[in-house]
């Protein structure tokens, strides 16, 4: 098992920034990616960021267009989401999740932290 928890989110307004990080604890070394998906009220969970925990790049989704930074401290078993530029479309919850595969369903998943932007 690994276990995720997030923090750092809050109320921002559009064109601020946020750093959102996860903890994760347990068996992390059987971890092959780690990233993050979000969830808006009424709309399904999407992907935002990820990346192979062994190295490698990171890979986005299209709208996060150069706002968005996925980044870890392995030693420390974190991973960070920075969050610039931000727009009220970005409200969500926002989840950190983790996997022992490259692909297919995310195993674990965090309790999310709250994002919400105004305008």
């Known amino acids: 098992q690994v276990q995720l928890v997030e923090s750092g989110g809050g109320l921002v307004q559009a064109g601020g920034s946020l750093r959102l990080s996860c903890a994760a604890s347990?068996?992390?070394?059987?971890?092959?990616?780690m990233g993050w998906f979000r969830q808006a009220p009424g709309k399904e969970r999407e992907f935002v960021a990820a990346?192979?925990?062994?190295?490698?790049?990171?890979y986005y989704a299209d709208f996060v267009k150069g706002r968005f930074t996925i980044s870890r401290d392995k030693a420390k078993n974190m991973v960070y989401l920075q969050l610039r530029s931000l727009k009220p479309e970005d409200t969500a919850v926002y989840y950190c999740?983790?996997?022992?595969?490259?692909?297919?369903?995310?195993?674990?998943w965090g309790q999310g932290t709250q994002v919400t932007v105004s305008s």
């Open positions: 990346f192979i925990w062994s190295g490698g790049s990171a």
């Open positions: 999740a983790a996997d022992s595969d490259r692909s297919g369903p995310w195993d674990y």
């Open positions: 347990g068996r992390t070394f059987s971890t092959s990616r």
